[in-house]
């Protein structure tokens, strides 16, 4: 078998950033280290064509079984936007495989793919390249599905990707890796699928530093994103990231969440903080209401963690901190939110802050175990009866949003409400996400009081930044298949 991994992360929720997919880069390694040859094309979607043929055909040769695998963690439907290709390539190698991971529910009406990866995979990956019997993972035969329902977290490690020059990376990548995999924590609208995990498989500093050094060293790349759900949930996993960090040879700007209320409680990790100085940080705060805190298990009160917020900007002058908060939650109420956002922008403690409403959803079809938060799975024993469906969540049929009531609220209001919030308080905070942020400090457009700008011109002028990368990317990669690959099989 050779080969060819397609992945498309940019038509998700920041199409205007240019970062690479740590899923596609982790099954790319894997293949590798299992002795096939791979090659990986990023942004498949914006390929012509014409160009994505050719690549496919310079790359495979007359292999005579290849496989494509493509990978989209936004947008399954990306796979709709090559499937002149995928049918002119079928009928080139008629025993071509193509096979999909990055999606967590599957959706029968995705036609084109044979073998559908649900969730994370790298378990079920290794036994299907190694023609072990599928059997406890398969979920669906046709087309064959398949999940895993027992992670064994000495295959699953955290992720840190193997960079290769044929990925023509650029100081103006941003790179993940993990810490560790699993979170001990459950929260009630949690659906990280290893939550709960009693063993939290962890990587070592000195392999992260090394990490650290070659992209830099190599590439030049200085953003990177540690895509852990919760870096700080021990001292020690956030102490590995700490002392990768310590003595490197450049400074790195790393993005992240973090839980505020356990740095509350473990104010320890501050000098942490202070050692890694992150080049900006979520935290999920969800309520800054007592009770509303409490109901969805967290201690993240206004009363209790603003003294932490103003000690991490002590500490850290230069991390850009976004906070999370949902709207309708049990417990709170429209006079709190609006007090407590107040006093997050008269006392500058969050840099940003991101609302949104309560949403809770459920799938039609199969998910990977953990897709449904304890929310999700007993709305009515959580205090939100469900009262009918909403809308398909994001456009995707397979997935359906959920009228739910609070005691307070409910799916329309607490949507009403967050738009209303936005615009409120749009001229006095910023509302984008961390991954913004650090994205776009990547391509030179970062401000802290970026909310001063209207938000399409700085949209537009990393939208004009990152498509320049992919195209230039694109011709890169495209000139390596055609000088590297078997030229006489290439037809275009
Ligand atoms: S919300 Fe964060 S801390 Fe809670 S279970 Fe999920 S990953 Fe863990």
């Known amino acids: 078998m050779k080969f060819l991994v397609l992945s498309e992360n940019g038509n998700g929720t920041w199409p205007y ?27 498949f979607t914006v390929w012509s064509p014409d160009k994505l043929t050719s690549a496919i055909q310079a790359w495979f040769g007359d292999e005579v079984n290849p496989v494509i695998a493509i990978s989209t963690p936004f947008d399954i439907t990306d796979v709709y936007k090559i499937k002149e290709v995928l049918a002119q390539a079928r009928t080139r190698y008629p025993n071509l495989k193509v096979i999909h991971g ?44 398949l999940v895993n329902k027992n992670f064994d977290q000495t295959v699953d490690t955290p992720v840190l990707p193997k960079l290769d020059d044929n990925d023509f990376l650029t100081p103006y990548d ?67 990231l700490a002392d990768a960090v310590d003595g490197l040879s450049f400074k790195p700007k790393i993005t992240a969440y973090s839980r505020l209320d356990i740095i509350t409680g473990r104010p320890q990790q501050l000098e942490l903080y202070r050692r890694i100085q992150f080049d900006s940080l979520f935290f999920g705060i969800e309520s800054f209401n007592n009770n509303a805190s409490r109901l969805v298990r967290k201690k993240s009160d206004i009363g209790s963690v603003e003294q932490t917020l103003k000690d991490l900007r002590r500490l850290c002058p230069d991390t850009f901190t976004v906070g999370g908060i949902i709207i309708g939650l049990n417990g709170d109420s429209e006079s709190s939110i609006r007090s407590s956002l107040d006093r997050v ?35 009515a024993g959580n205090g939100y009866p469900i009262t009918g469906l909403l809308e398909f969540h994001r456009g995707n049929s397979a997935v359906q949003n959920l009228n739910w009531t609070s005691d307070w609220s409910n799916s329309i209001d ?23 942020y650090t994205g776009l400090n990547a391509l030179g457009l970062a401000k802290r009081d970026l909310y001063l700008t209207p938000t399409q011109v700085w949209q537009s002028q990393a939208m004009a930044k990152s498509s320049r990368l992919k195209l230039n990317y694109i011709d890169k990669k495209l000139n390596w298949l055609l000088t590297n690959s078997n030229q006489s099989c290439i037809v275009v």
Not at 104 to 126: A, W
Not at 198 to 208: G, I, N, Q
């Open 17 to 43: 950033l240019y970062y690479r997919g740590m899923g596609a880069l982790e099954l790319h390694k894997r293949i590798q280290q299992h002795g096939y040859q791979s090659t990986l094309i990023d942004w």
């Open 414 to 436: 607490a949507g009403e409400l967050s738009q209303q919030l936005y615009l409120d308080y749009r001229d006095k905070i910023n509302t984008i996400n961390f991954m913004e």
């Open 345 to 379: 922008v008269e006392q500058q403690l969050l840099d940003s802050v991101q609302l949104y409403p309560l949403s809770i959803s459920r799938s039609r079809y199969i998910t990977d175990p953990g897709y449904h938060s304890a929310l999700d799975n007993d709305p």
């Open 102 to 145: 990055g999606s967590r529910t599957y959706n029968p009406q995705i036609k084109d793919i044979d073998v559908f990866f649900l969730g994370r995979s790298m378990q079920v990956f290794d036994a299907w390249l190694k023609g072990t019997d599928l059997t406890v993972y398969t979920v669906n035969t046709d087309p064959l599905v």
């Open 174 to 240: 941003i790179l993940g890796f993990e810490i560790g995999v699993g979170c001990k924590f459950n929260c009630t609208f949690c659906n990280y699928e290893l939550r709960g995990a009693k063993v939290t498989t962890l990587t070592d500093s000195y392999t992260l530093k090394q990490y650290f050094e070659e992209a830099h060293a190599k590439y030049g790349i200085r953003y990177f994103f540690a895509a852990d759900d919760t870096p700080n949930e021990t001292d020690d996993k956030l102490a590995i």
